[in-house]
């Protein structure tokens, strides 16, 4: 257990709606960042935040968004849903946010299909 | 933009044999690096992590990887892996002068022990 805690675990959304995904980061940690892992791929970086900004963002559209609450939990949200979002999303947390010596916990991850 | 090269996608070993998984990266500046594994149905869990000094660094389950900066690799190894030791391997880096902890990930190195 990592104390990192995700939900829903499984999702269904079709095609054009929009989805709101949620991370509980581990007790002290201030910086949550969200990864998305295709099948048989590795986990790709969508975002990271710390203490409630944005703190970089990787090649995805603006579509996926996100937000980090005053208890350092955090969201995802992806609108107009595609068929390619279906995947894993991993949420991970750390303590940092600012490119300092630390490692990331992840979360069991939401299993989101499209269809 | 810093990448993470697995050369191994899927690796079939005998218990007792000795295991290397290839890693390397990309990047020219100071990076952290790090393995982690992917139990069937688990979280992704931190095998070890380099940040600096030592460049040979042990992690868990005797597991241990060595980072060479002239070849930009960070190979994992184990000199006697068990059945347990079946799961899905990534290496990740994480390039410090972009001030946060965004992990680039490799593809996976799927392994699988034969009893």
């Known amino acids: 257990e990592t104390g990192v805690t995700q939900s829903p675990t499984h999702l269904i959304k079709t095609r054009g709606q929009q989805v709101t995904l949620r991370c509980s980061s581990q007790?002290?940690?201030?910086?949550v960042s969200w990864y998305q892992q295709a099948l048989g791929q590795g986990p790709q970086f969508i975002f990271q935040y710390y203490r409630e900004e944005e703190n970089g963002r990787g090649n995805f559209p603006p579509r996926f968004s996100g937000l980090q609450f005053p208890n350092y939990s955090s969201e995802l949200n992806v609108n107009a849903l595609e068929l390619d979002d279906s995947a894993l999303y991993l949420c991970?947390?750390?303590?940092?946010?600012?490119?300092?010596?630390?490692?990331?916990?992840f979360g069991q991850g939401t299993r989101l299909t499209v269809v | 933009a810093q990448s993470v090269s697995q050369h191994n996608h899927h690796v079939i070993l005998s218990e007792a044999a000795s295991l290397e998984l290839g890693c390397n990266y990309s990047?020219?500046?100071?990076?952290?690096l790090f393995w982690y594994v992917q139990y069937p149905g688990q979280h992704l869990q931190l095998l070890l992590k380099?940040?600096?000094?030592?460049?040979l660094v042990k992690g868990i389950k005797g597991f241990e990887a060595e980072f060479i900066k002239s070849k930009f690799s960070f190979n994992l190894r184990k000199p006697s892996v068990q059945w347990s030791d079946t799961a899905e391997y990534f290496c990740a880096v994480n390039a410090l002068n972009f001030g946060n902890e965004k992990l680039t990930f490799g593809t996976g190195t799927r392994l699988t022990i034969i009893p």
């Open positions: 991970a947390s750390s303590l940092g946010g600012q490119g300092s010596n630390t490692e990331a916990f």
């Open positions: 990047y020219g500046g100071t990076v952290n």
């Open positions: 380099y940040f600096s000094g030592d460049p």
């Open positions: 007790s002290g940690h201030n910086t």
